[in-house]
């Protein structure tokens, strides 16, 4: 496996090389100023990686381009694991879906994709990494045939060689230890547009909120004076960023024991993590169904407190503006937190969570639950639900 993988990246950086040497005059040029994107009519983004809770931190970028040019056409390249965090964001005119797998498995849809992203000419080409030096962005970015194609090196300058061969404009490598929400926001604001604002954003379906309400109120009855609607949510798609489920269970104990309702919450594969906190807990907890990530958003959304681990749910939760507990272990959190003025975070001593004690988490939660069950908050943050197309 690890044989192969090298020898698909060395391919990767050969053909990247031919590519660079047979565009000639399309690389990278010295001292030429990058594209204004106030002047521009159309802008492809491109972030196809998988990870949620990297796209939702991009989504300060897509805000910034929108306000940045508000009459162009702008589009993104996503893949299908991270399509969900941009699925009806107001900002983007199209996302285009980026299957690598059913791509290479279909001569037909390869057409199709690459078909539709040459149509609109786009006039200036994104790419965003933040973290590596994605050899398949930058290829799209070419084959999408876009005038001015505008992208970096990964940090420590990877890829560097082939930045310069693909891209008309190369920005500065990414700077170790920059918040990602600024390191995504530093691709454009050379372009002309405002990296000011780092907050996250999701747009939901009235479908998406409703569900995501009716199932709390189902779960924990609906909101009251004196009493905040807490979700726990023990999970995390990496082992190292999952505080103990037991412990969680202290927690909701701890809040129910204040006159707080808290309801649990898992994504799949992870009910056995629900388990382990109603066994730690001091009675049985609710629990919120199986639903997609959209529609838990749309429960978090209507929630006055969530306490989760270092996940794509987090950042989810975020940008539902509702006070949000965020638990770090071996990710930095001055990197890798949403920068949300609701998001309080408990960093592990030693980035081991299971350093971090229950004493700290419990503390902070009661603090955070009581504060927001003296002043509920009114409905949904503006820009959080959209309207159904006609």
Same mark, same amino acid.
């Given at each position: 496996?690890?044989?192969?993988?090298?020898?698909?990246?060395r391919?990767?950086?050969?053909?990247?090389?031919?590519?660079?040497?047979?565009?000639?005059?399309?690389?990278?040029?010295?001292?030429?100023?990058?594209?204004?994107?106030?002047?521009?009519?159309?802008?492809?983004?491109i972030?196809?990686?998988?990870q949620?809770?990297?796209?939702?931190?991009s989504t300060?970028?897509?805000?910034?381009?929108?306000?940045?040019?508000?009459n !162009?056409?702008?589009?993104?390249?996503?893949?299908?694991?991270?399509l969900?965090?941009?699925?009806?964001?107001?900002?983007?005119?199209?996302?285009?879906?980026?299957?690598?797998?059913?791509?290479?498995?279909?001569?037909?849809?390869?057409?199709?994709?690459?078909?539709?992203?040459?149509?609109?000419?786009?006039?200036v080409? #994104?790419?965003?990494?933040?973290?590596?030096?994605?050899?398949t !962005?930058?290829?799209?970015?070419?084959?999408?045939?876009?005038?001015?194609?505008?992208?970096?090196?990964?940090?420590?300058?990877?890829?560097?060689?082939?930045?310069?061969?693909?891209?008309?404009?190369?920005?500065?490598?990414?700077?170790?230890?920059?918040?990602?929400?600024?390191?995504?926001?530093?691709?454009?604001?050379?372009?002309?547009?405002?990296?000011?604002?780092?907050?996250?954003? #999701?747009?939901?379906?009235?479908?998406?909120?409703?569900?995501?309400?009716?199932?709390?109120?189902?779960? #924990?009855?609906?909101?009251?004076?004196?009493?905040?609607?807490?979700?726990l949510?023990p999970?995390?798609?990496?082992?190292?960023?999952?505080?103990?489920?037991?412990?969680?269970?202290?927690?909701?104990?701890?809040l129910?024991?204040?006159?707080?309702?808290?309801?649990?919450?898992?994504?799949?594969g992870?009910?056995?993590?629900?388990?382990?906190?109603?066994?730690?807990?001091?009675g049985?907890?609710?629990r919120?169904?199986?639903?997609?990530?959209?529609?838990l958003?749309?429960?978090?959304?209507?929630?006055?407190?969530?306490?989760?681990?270092?996940?794509?749910v987090?950042?989810?939760? !975020?940008?539902?503006?509702?006070?949000?507990?965020?638990?770090?272990?071996?990710?930095?959190?001055?990197?890798?937190?949403?920068?949300?003025?609701?998001?309080?975070?408990?960093?592990?001593?030693?980035?081991?969570?299971?350093?971090?004690?229950?004493?700290?988490?419990?503390?902070?939660?009661?603090?955070? !639950?009581?504060?927001?069950?003296?002043?509920?908050?009114?409905?949904?943050?503006?820009g959080?639900?959209?309207?159904?197309?006609?």
């Open positions: 496996m690890m044989v192969r993988k090298h020898m698909e990246r391919g990767k950086r050969l053909l990247s090389h031919a590519l660079g040497r047979v565009l000639g005059e399309g690389t990278a040029t010295a001292g030429e100023s990058p594209p204004d994107l106030r002047c521009a009519a159309s802008v492809l983004l972030r196809q990686h998988n949620l809770g990297d796209m939702l931190l300060p970028v897509f805000r910034a381009v929108r306000a940045c040019a508000p !162009a056409r702008i589009d993104l390249v996503a893949g299908p694991e991270n969900e965090a941009v699925r009806g964001n107001a900002h983007l005119d199209e996302v285009l879906l980026f299957d690598k797998a059913a791509l290479r498995s279909s001569p037909r849809r390869a057409l199709a994709f690459l078909t539709r992203l040459r149509s609109p000419a786009y006039e080409a #994104i790419v965003m990494n933040t973290v590596a030096f994605s050899v !962005a930058a290829w799209i970015a070419v084959l999408s045939g876009a005038r001015q194609r505008v992208g970096r090196a990964g940090p420590r300058g990877l890829g560097a060689d082939m930045a310069s061969g693909l891209f008309h404009h190369v920005l500065p490598a990414p700077t170790p230890g920059r918040h990602q929400s600024d390191v995504n926001l530093d691709l454009v604001t050379p372009l002309g547009a405002d990296g000011g604002d780092r907050r996250c954003e #999701i747009f939901l379906t009235e479908q998406e909120a409703g569900k995501g309400r009716l199932s709390l109120d189902a779960a #924990i009855g609906p909101g009251r004076a004196g009493s905040a609607r807490v979700v949510h999970g995390a798609g990496k082992i190292p960023n999952r505080w103990s489920a037991a412990r969680f269970g202290e927690v909701a104990s701890a129910v024991r204040d006159g707080h309702r808290v309801v649990l919450a898992a994504g799949p992870e009910e056995h993590l629900l388990h382990e906190a109603e066994a730690a807990a001091e049985a907890l609710p919120l169904p199986s639903m997609g990530i959209r529609e958003a749309g429960s978090m959304a209507e929630a006055d407190l969530i306490v989760a681990n270092d996940t794509g987090l950042h989810f939760a !975020a940008a539902t503006r509702t006070s949000t507990l965020a638990l770090f272990g071996p990710t930095d959190a001055a990197e890798w937190c949403p920068a949300d003025v609701g998001v309080e975070v408990l960093a592990a001593p030693g980035a081991d969570l299971d350093s971090l004690p229950v004493e700290a988490v419990r503390a902070a939660a009661r603090r955070m !639950a009581t504060a927001a069950a003296s002043s509920r908050p009114g409905p949904a943050a503006e959080i639900v959209r309207e159904e197309p006609a």
